[in-house]
């Protein structure tokens, strides 16, 4: 099995992207420590605290994010950060060539139940045109993420990232403690009978999205073998997707603050939409490809439909023009 490195080298990715690429890694392997040890290193549990985004933080969300942040603010290339639990831009040093955005644990509900749990992160090259610690650095579109990746803390600790070529998935050897090529590229199926979304919100859909799941779930002729499966972290369930197929969805609702969906478009969904994307799949909100939008803070939301794409485009079809499928 081949290690990292030699596989961007192989990739023709530039050498300070790939020292960024090895500083964002390293926090990984010890994130992916301390989740193993769990309760035994004391970060099981709840704080007092909100983040930005409301949420009750836990104190693994805390020591991820702190992880993350000292060991990137040490590289000189990077020139800001952006988390998902920092209310603003974090600014690092001023001749960075790139600025990194993370959610360090996506899945935060599944921390204390020892389920699924995984880092996402993205790399944007620096812009010229505004302030190295300006929240504008952010404002991107998803098209420009030279990296983006996850890594998912389960049984085994997986790496999935692309740095504009295939889709990879490596696993942490902890022999050696290195990521090593797993598969070389992901890809996924066009059709697919699993979807994943969480149907407890189901009273706050729009009607035109409650009857596409309507037909789901009641095993019409076309959807006669629709399986639901739902981890409650969109990296393990997108996982899923780029592993076997399948489509992730978490439309908009009608509660306050979910009017525009609730997944964060930096954090989130660009890294896991360009993923998607070079594993042969498609991902979009309300119908717009995903990697197309300008962002307008790094904080916004957005509805997301990703995955097989013929599920995908079924769903968009469905809830633009109204008609049964």
Same mark, same amino acid.
């Given at each position: 099995?081949?290690?990292?490195?030699?596989?961007?080298?192989?990739?023709?990715?530039?050498?300070?992207?790939?020292? $960024?690429?090895?500083?964002?890694?390293?926090?990984?392997?010890?994130? *992916?420590?301390?989740?193993?040890?769990?309760?035994?290193?004391?970060?099981?549990?709840?704080?007092?605290?909100?983040? @930005?985004?409301?949420?009750?933080?836990?104190?693994?969300?805390?020591?991820?994010?702190?992880?993350?942040?000292?060991?990137?603010?040490?590289?000189?290339?990077?020139?800001?950060?952006? /988390?998902?639990?920092?209310?603003?831009?974090?600014? /690092?040093?001023?001749?960075?060539?790139?600025?990194?955005?993370?959610?360090?644990?996506?899945?935060? /509900?599944?921390?204390?139940?020892?389920?699924?749990?995984?880092?996402?992160?993205?790399?944007?090259?620096?812009?010229?045109?505004?302030?190295?610690?300006?929240?504008?650095?952010?404002?991107?579109?998803?098209?420009?993420?030279?990296?983006?990746?996850?890594?998912?803390?389960?049984?085994?600790?997986?790496?999935?990232?692309?740095?504009?070529?295939?889709?990879?998935?490596?696993?942490?050897? $902890?022999?050696?403690?290195?990521?090593?090529?797993?598969?070389?590229?992901?890809?996924?199926?066009?059709?697919?009978?699993?979807?994943?979304?969480?149907?407890?919100?189901?009273?706050?859909? *729009?009607?035109?999205?409650?009857?596409?799941?309507?037909?789901?779930?009641?095993?019409? *002729?076309?959807?006669?073998?629709?399986?639901?499966?739902?981890?409650?972290?969109?990296?393990?369930?997108?996982?899923?997707?780029?592993?076997?197929?399948?489509?992730?969805?978490?439309?908009?609702?009608?509660?306050?603050?979910?009017?525009?969906?609730? @997944?964060?478009?930096?954090?989130?969904?660009?890294?896991?939409?360009?993923?998607?994307?070079?594993?042969?799949?498609?991902?979009?909100?309300?119908?717009?490809?995903?990697?197309?939008?300008?962002?307008?803070?790094?904080?916004?939301?957005?509805?997301?439909?990703?995955?097989?794409?013929?599920?995908? *485009?079924?769903?968009?079809?469905?809830? /633009?023009?109204?008609?049964?499928?």
């Amino acid at each position: 099995m081949k290690r990292l490195i030699p596989v961007l080298k192989n990739d023709g990715v530039e050498t300070d992207l790939i020292m $960024l690429i090895r500083t964002v890694l390293a926090a990984t392997k010890e994130i *992916s420590f301390r989740v193993s040890q769990g309760d035994l290193a004391g970060i099981l549990g709840s704080t007092l605290d909100e983040n @930005i985004q409301g949420e009750i933080q836990k104190k693994l969300d805390i020591v991820a994010n702190q992880l993350l942040k000292d060991i990137l603010l040490d590289d000189d290339s990077v020139a800001a950060i952006a /988390s998902e639990e920092e209310p603003n831009v974090v600014a /690092s040093h001023s001749q960075g060539k790139y600025v990194v955005a993370f959610d360090p644990l996506d899945g935060s /509900s599944n921390i204390d139940v020892n389920g699924q749990i995984g880092t996402i992160f993205t790399i944007y090259p620096v812009r010229s045109d505004v302030a190295y610690d300006s929240e504008e650095q952010f404002l991107q579109p998803g098209s420009q993420q030279v990296c983006a990746g996850y890594v998912l803390y389960g049984p085994s600790s997986l790496l999935v990232m692309s740095t504009g070529g295939p889709t990879r998935c490596y696993t942490l050897d $902890l022999t050696h403690g290195g990521y090593l090529l797993t598969r070389t590229a992901m890809q996924v199926p066009e059709n697919s009978t699993e979807f994943a979304v969480n149907m407890a919100n189901y009273r706050h859909w *729009s009607p035109l999205i409650q009857r596409y799941f309507n037909q789901l779930l009641s095993h019409t *002729s076309q959807f006669e073998n629709s399986t639901l499966r739902w981890n409650a972290a969109m990296v393990g369930d997108v996982h899923r997707v780029l592993s076997r197929g399948g489509m992730f969805v978490y439309p908009q609702d009608k509660r306050q603050g979910n009017e525009h969906g609730k @997944i964060r478009l930096l954090y989130e969904a660009n890294p896991l939409a360009m993923l998607v994307e070079h594993a042969d799949g498609i991902a979009t909100a309300n119908g717009r490809r995903i990697l197309n939008i300008l962002p307008t803070h790094i904080h916004q939301r957005v509805p997301v439909a990703m995955g097989s794409a013929s599920l995908v *485009s079924q769903f968009n079809q469905s809830i /633009s023009d109204g008609q049964p499928l």
